[in-house]
């Protein structure tokens, strides 16, 4: 036998070629396909160079193939029919309910008539546009403004512009960044709103061990957390103000109950006043109650509750029979806190603002429960509109001042002086807003708080945001200054021009209600002179014109606001974010920025300019939230039976004084 024969040598057992393929389908070998490819020795017609041996790897046994293929294909057609019967059932049914199918009618839904289509939203107006895009150019502004922070100055509180610094002048905990945490999410400012929530992660207040200024820090840092958390839901925001409310607490451990000027979280201490021990601000001792009963409504804490209500109780005790007022200062004795008898004076600007406000607001952030609250803000307010608010001779300004009262006892008749400042202070233009707020809010009141006053509440607060847009619109530089003083001889208290206009025929617009009255550049004729003449950055005119334009729908309010801002963005803003704007009366070609850029300027400002140009709410209701003093939104909620009788709403003391309104249609008065 030749040594390149096909056949194998006896005594040699059968070799099998590596490219005998096992298919599933076929279990071929390369023999049986000649689609695949084979070696050289065994295609057809082709021979070798080299013949591959039979005992060598390459060599195929192309005439005596596999013997054992048949047994294998028997095989696999018994395991193949063997899953045909178990899966018959299956394939039955399959079959059946297809055949089914096909039989079945198709049946087509007819078409929709035209009404039964939901209607396109109408595309915007020129005017939303126009709005739209004066709130982005507001977006643009904060972006601007609050990136200058972080690049210079975050993690501190505020960033000085003009040197491109910082400083902590509110604890260091990053005021600009935790205070403007709503602003970021009302804009849709996703990614600053991350990178600032980067703060939280390592603040913690108990070993802060500085004392802290109580009321800044509540409304700015507290109301900021809790008004976060309540539009974003996230968690650390809600641990973090549980937290802040509590290592601010010792504030309240004084003998009045009223919390102190400031407070060592660390070592659990109140501090002094800045006016001394044992004398406390009425703003400053008033208005952490939204925030704290907010707090206890979140965690259930009753402590919360307890420290902000005792403070309302001593308000009770302590409000003058006289202007159903309170007194700028109070002061702490053993057991209760007391005003000093003789001079006193009375204010709704600084020291005095946030107290009134939060009067109202308490009312609504409860859904109208707590009534104490709402029966000290209408007597209250009755008594400012009575005797803060002037008239000034020439221009009809109507304005609201402090007054300072004694009691002159060494005339033949003794009597109470009252004596006004006749100055106006910008903070002091918030009242403008609260005035409208109640009379909106507050109209199922019937008897309580009539039609007639609520109308002529809402007509005070035209005249007043009227004249504080002029404080803005007359100085040269479009800024509005932080004070300006009228002519103390010449203005008369409103109250007694209106009765005098209502007694002779109440002919044309009452007295300082007048909202048409056009810009004076010529110092000499306006009325007032600018006794501060910075512009501070405040955010008082704007939250008013905010109110009064999503009250009452009237563009003139918009259109104010927006003048204001072209002003913001041509005298305030540097090559390095934006300045408060000293002499705004005096600047000729260039602004005199102050190197400060506080903190409010980016989260009530700038927020309330933002909402006064957008044409949606962007989830603020006026009906669903109430604004804390620093624009904080907070829900409003309403305590259950179990907090109610927990807390004790409903059953504390109620105000001492006895109220009442005047109705001038009728000339009566009528007890509330």
């Given at each position: 036998m030749g040594r390149f024969s096909d056949d194998i040598e006896p005594g040699q057992p059968q070799r099998q070629h590596p490219t005998t393929l096992l298919l599933p389908e076929l279990f071929l070998t390369a023999a049986d396909d000649t689609s695949l490819p084979l070696p050289l020795s065994a295609r057809p017609g082709i021979r070798p160079k080299y013949p591959s041996p039979p005992g060598s790897p390459l060599y195929l046994n192309t005439q005596k193939p596999f013997v054992g293929r048949t047994i294998v294909r028997y095989i696999t057609l018994t395991v193949f029919l063997f899953i045909l019967f178990i899966l018959r059932p299956i394939?039955?049914?399959?079959?059946?309910?297809?055949?089914?199918?096909?039989?079945?009618?198709?049946i087509v839904p007819p078409a929709p008539e035209v009404s039964q289509l939901p209607p396109l939203p109408p595309p915007p107006s020129?005017?939303?546009?126009?709005?739209?895009?004066?709130?982005?150019?507001?977006?643009?502004?904060?972006?601007?403004?609050?990136?200058?922070?972080?690049?210079?100055?975050?993690?501190?509180?505020?960033?000085?512009?003009?040197?491109?610094?910082?400083?902590?002048?509110?604890?260091?905990?990053?005021?600009?960044?935790?205070?403007?945490?709503?602003?970021?999410?009302?804009?849709?400012?996703?990614?600053?709103?991350?990178?600032?929530?980067?703060?939280?992660?390592?603040?913690?207040?108990?070993?802060?061990?500085?004392?802290?200024?109580?009321?800044?820090?509540?409304?700015?840092?507290?109301?900021?957390?809790?008004?976060?958390?309540?539009?974003?839901?996230?968690?650390?925001?809600?641990?973090?103000?549980?937290?802040?409310?509590?290592?601010?607490?010792?504030?309240f451990n004084t003998s009045s109950g009223f919390p102190s000027y400031s407070v060592n979280p660390a070592?659990?201490?109140?501090?002094?006043?800045?006016?001394?021990?044992?004398?406390?601000?009425?703003?400053?001792?008033?208005?952490?109650?939204?925030?704290?009963?907010?707090?206890?409504?979140?965690?259930?804490?009753?402590?919360?509750?307890?420290?902000?209500?005792?403070?309302?109780?001593?308000?009770?005790?302590?409000?003058?029979?006289?202007?159903?007022?309170?007194?700028?200062?109070?002061?702490?004795?053993?057991?209760?806190?007391?005003?000093?008898?003789?001079?006193?004076?009375f204010s709704v600007g600084a020291a005095g603002d946030s107290a009134y406000e939060y009067l109202l607001k308490q009312y609504l952030l409860s859904n109208r429960t707590e009534t104490k609250v709402l029966d000290l803000y209408l007597s209250s307010v009755r008594g400012a509109v009575d005797n803060l608010l002037y008239v000034s001779p020439t221009r009809n300004l109507l304005y609201v001042t402090d007054v300072t009262t004694y009691n002159d006892t060494l005339s033949d008749t003794p009597h109470t002086v009252v004596t006004p400042s006749h100055v106006l202070e910008h903070l002091a233009c918030f009242f403008s807003g609260l005035l409208a707020l109640g009379a909106y809010a507050l109209e199922d009141l019937g008897e309580k708080y009539p039609a007639w006053e609520r109308q002529i509440h809402m007509d005070i607060a035209r005249g007043l945001a009227t004249t504080c847009y002029l404080s803005y619109a007359d100085m040269a530089s479009g800024l509005?200054?932080?004070?300006?003083?009228?002519?103390?001889?010449?203005?008369?208290?409103?109250?007694?021009?209106?009765?005098?206009?209502?007694?002779?025929?109440?002919?044309?617009?009452?007295?300082?209600?007048?909202?048409?009255?056009?810009?004076?550049?010529?110092?000499?004729?306006?009325?007032?002179f600018a006794s501060r003449s910075d512009w501070l950055s405040r955010p008082e005119t704007v939250e008013s014109l905010f109110i009064l334009y999503r009250i009452t729908g009237e563009p003139i309010w918009r259109e104010r606001g927006y003048e204001i801002f072209q002003a913001i963005e041509k005298w305030s803003k540097g090559p390095v974010g934006y300045a408060s704007?000293?002499?705004?009366?005096?600047?000729?070609?260039?602004?005199?920025?102050?190197?400060?850029?506080?903190?409010?300027?980016?989260?009530?400002?700038?927020?309330?300019?933002?909402?006064?140009?957008?044409?949606?709410?962007?989830?603020?209701?006026?009906?669903?939230?109430?604004?804390?003093?620093?624009?904080?939104?907070?829900?409003?909620?309403?305590?259950?039976?179990?907090?109610?009788?927990?807390?004790?709403?409903?059953?504390?003391?109620?105000?001492?004084?006895?109220?009442?309104?005047?109705?001038?249609?009728?000339?009566?008065?009528?007890?509330?």
């Amino acid at each position: 036998m030749g040594r390149f024969s096909d056949d194998i040598e006896p005594g040699q057992p059968q070799r099998q070629h590596p490219t005998t393929l096992l298919l599933p389908e076929l279990f071929l070998t390369a023999a049986d396909d000649t689609s695949l490819p084979l070696p050289l020795s065994a295609r057809p017609g082709i021979r070798p160079k080299y013949p591959s041996p039979p005992g060598s790897p390459l060599y195929l046994n192309t005439q005596k193939p596999f013997v054992g293929r048949t047994i294998v294909r028997y095989i696999t057609l018994t395991v193949f029919l063997f899953i045909l019967f178990i899966l018959r059932p299956i394939l039955v049914d399959h079959l059946s309910s297809v055949i089914l199918a096909e039989n079945q009618p198709v049946i087509v839904p007819p078409a929709p008539e035209v009404s039964q289509l939901p209607p396109l939203p109408p595309p915007p107006s020129p005017e939303q546009l126009l709005w739209d895009g004066r709130a982005d150019e507001v977006k643009a502004a904060f972006k601007y403004a609050y990136w200058d922070y972080e690049r210079f100055a975050f993690p501190h509180d505020e960033l000085d512009p003009l040197t491109n610094s910082s400083k902590d002048n509110f604890n260091g905990w990053g005021v600009s960044a935790l205070d403007s945490l709503d602003t970021m999410v009302i804009m849709g400012l996703e990614d600053e709103f991350r990178r600032a929530l980067v703060l939280l992660q390592d603040l913690n207040f108990f070993k802060h061990d500085q004392s802290v200024p109580f009321f800044e820090t509540v409304i700015r840092y507290l109301g900021g957390l809790l008004s976060a958390w309540h539009l974003t839901k996230e968690p650390i925001l809600l641990f973090q103000a549980d937290r802040l409310g509590t290592a601010l607490l010792p504030a309240f451990n004084t003998s009045s109950g009223f919390p102190s000027y400031s407070v060592n979280p660390a070592a659990e201490l109140a501090g002094k006043g800045w006016r001394g021990g044992g004398i406390f601000g009425l703003a400053e001792s008033a208005s952490c109650q939204m925030e704290y009963k907010y707090l206890a409504k979140l965690t259930g804490r009753q402590e919360y509750f307890e420290v902000a209500e005792r403070i309302m109780d001593g308000f009770v005790l302590l409000q003058d029979p006289g202007t159903h007022m309170w007194t700028q200062s109070v002061y702490s004795a053993a057991e209760a806190p007391y005003i000093k008898p003789g001079q006193a004076s009375f204010s709704v600007g600084a020291a005095g603002d946030s107290a009134y406000e939060y009067l109202l607001k308490q009312y609504l952030l409860s859904n109208r429960t707590e009534t104490k609250v709402l029966d000290l803000y209408l007597s209250s307010v009755r008594g400012a509109v009575d005797n803060l608010l002037y008239v000034s001779p020439t221009r009809n300004l109507l304005y609201v001042t402090d007054v300072t009262t004694y009691n002159d006892t060494l005339s033949d008749t003794p009597h109470t002086v009252v004596t006004p400042s006749h100055v106006l202070e910008h903070l002091a233009c918030f009242f403008s807003g609260l005035l409208a707020l109640g009379a909106y809010a507050l109209e199922d009141l019937g008897e309580k708080y009539p039609a007639w006053e609520r109308q002529i509440h809402m007509d005070i607060a035209r005249g007043l945001a009227t004249t504080c847009y002029l404080s803005y619109a007359d100085m040269a530089s479009g800024l509005g200054a932080d004070s300006v003083r009228f002519d103390r001889y010449e203005t008369r208290r409103w109250r007694d021009v209106y009765d005098e206009w209502y007694t002779a025929g109440a002919e044309g617009t009452a007295p300082g209600f007048d909202v048409n009255i056009p810009p004076v550049y010529q110092p000499e004729k306006r009325d007032y002179f600018a006794s501060r003449s910075d512009w501070l950055s405040r955010p008082e005119t704007v939250e008013s014109l905010f109110i009064l334009y999503r009250i009452t729908g009237e563009p003139i309010w918009r259109e104010r606001g927006y003048e204001i801002f072209q002003a913001i963005e041509k005298w305030s803003k540097g090559p390095v974010g934006y300045a408060s704007v000293g002499n705004v009366d005096r600047i000729q070609n260039d602004p005199h920025r102050l190197n400060e850029m506080p903190s409010y300027f980016l989260a009530e400002t700038l927020k309330y300019l933002y909402l006064l140009f957008r044409d949606d709410d962007s989830g603020i209701s006026l009906d669903e939230i109430v604004f804390n003093t620093e624009a904080h939104p907070l829900p409003i909620f309403e305590w259950n039976n179990a907090e109610k009788h927990v807390y004790g709403i409903g059953r504390r003391p109620e105000t001492m004084v006895s109220l009442t309104t005047v109705d001038p249609a009728e000339g009566e008065v009528e007890p509330v």
